[in-house]
């Protein structure tokens, strides 16, 4: 009986728990139908002791996933320039959001409508692959 009590308390308790690595406010920035491109965001949340290498990306509907940094120059000329791979420290977050940070998704077979919550799956060096739901809207949430 007492390890029955055990069991029941260990899944309650595993239930409420929240992942060591995690994708949080993850969204895509609703596109034309017709656009061969569309950039995700998100927030990456590292509650390990241990930092994260993120290399990748991937999603079904698309045949190539990058990840992206948008910078300007003193003349205010905005570029995006691909990232090989972003650490994120341990116990740390790091935010993909717009004008900075983020995640192209080209070379797509469909495009995802606003509304739709299409996944999108997130590659490490030194950890297995997250995939998420990705909300597809025309704004910033």
């Not at 728990?17 to 995700?40: F, K």
């Not at 977050?93 to 080209?106: E, K, N, T, V």
Request: glycine letters at 8%; a negative charge.
């Amino acid at each position: 009986m007492t390890s029955a009590v055990s069991a029941v308390l260990l899944v309650a308790a595993s239930a409420g728990a929240v992942a060591d690595v995690r994708i949080e406010q993850a969204w895509l920035r609703a596109v034309p139908p017709v656009s061969p491109s569309m950039a995700g965001y998100f927030v990456l949340v590292n509650d390990t002791d241990q930092p994260l290498v993120l290399t990748g990306a991937s999603a079904e509907f698309a045949g190539m996933a990058m990840l992206h940094d948008t910078s300007t120059d003193g003349e205010g000329r905005r570029s995006m320039s691909h990232l090989k791979e972003v650490t994120i420290p341990a116990g740390k977050s790091l935010a993909f959001s717009p004008g900075g940070r983020h995640l192209m998704l080209m070379k797509m077979d469909s495009v995802p409508a606003a509304g739709e919550t299409p996944k999108v799956c997130l590659a490490f060096q030194n950890y297995a692959d997250l995939c998420g739901a990705f909300q597809v809207r025309h704004n910033e949430p």
